[in-house]
């Protein structure tokens, strides 16, 4: 009983506020839900000390091998510990994660803290003297069954997956892990030095160093930390 010009006028106002999408030949439909990514939610995903967030493990199993597929060639301790967690903001899940922990390093950790603080934060906190540096790859791809019942979306949601490796200084793996986050509760927040990234590109991309017809000083020792 509206007129047509009146639905159009209020399809308008929805579309601008974002709760409604048109296409042409295809209809209008309702938007996702958009979760707003404020300031909490960056700290919980970025920062390593952050303590806004709650970890709900999942399994935890100790002497277990490094994956073949983490260790890529690189050396390794003679065993890890594992650690599958759904890391949530707000009592909603934004990550799973699955870390192996070399077991000698977890060692250190007081019990149960792996619960209670992200493994970041544990290992600079208790084993900061082995640390040295961090390689990080990035990609993106639809959830499946077993990621959507376990972060609570829609089959085929976008999932940034990141996948981590730790290395000590003496060039072994400390930790390597894998991170599943929800794309609609994701940001990476990064900052490097311009010239560093200029300058440098085995910083971002340490197996694919851009050529250059002038090349300038590599130092291997560089890494996104």
């Not at 209008?28 to 303590?51: C, E, H, Y």
């Not at 990080?136 to 085929?156: E, H, I, K, N, Y």
């Not at 940034?160 to 730790?166: F, G, I, L, P, Q």
């Not at 793996?173 to 311009?194: C, K, N, Q, S």
Request: net charge positive.
């Amino acid at each position: 009983q509206l007129a047509r010009i009146t639905v159009r006028q209020a399809y308008a106002v929805l579309s601008a506020e974002g709760l409604i999408t048109s296409r042409r030949g295809r209809g209008t439909f309702v938007s996702a839900a958009q979760v707003r990514l404020d300031a909490r939610l960056r700290s919980a995903i970025n920062d390593p000390r952050s303590g806004d967030l709650r970890m709900d493990i999942l399994e935890q199993r100790r002497n277990t091998p490094l994956p073949t597929e983490l260790a890529a060639g690189a050396s390794t301790y003679p065993d890890y510990t594992f650690i599958r967690k759904i890391h949530r903001h707000d009592g909603a899940p934004f990550c799973l994660v699955e870390i192996h922990v070399a077991t000698e390093i977890q060692a250190r950790f007081p019990a149960g803290a792996e619960a209670h603080h992200k493994i970041a934060w544990l290992l600079n906190t208790y084993a900061p003297d082995r640390m040295h540096k961090v390689q990080q790859t990035l990609t993106v791809a639809p959830a499946d069954l077993v990621l959507a019942r376990q972060l609570d979306c829609a089959f085929s949601t976008p999932i940034a997956h990141m996948t981590r490796r730790v290395f000590d200084a003496a060039g072994r793996i400390a930790l390597a892990g894998r991170f599943w986050y929800r794309g609609d509760r994701f940001v990476m927040d990064t900052e490097i030095p311009f010239d560093v990234w200029v300058n440098y590109p085995g910083v971002v991309m340490p197996d694919a160093r851009a050529p250059t017809t002038d090349p300038a000083p590599t130092d291997s020792t560089l890494s996104v930390r």
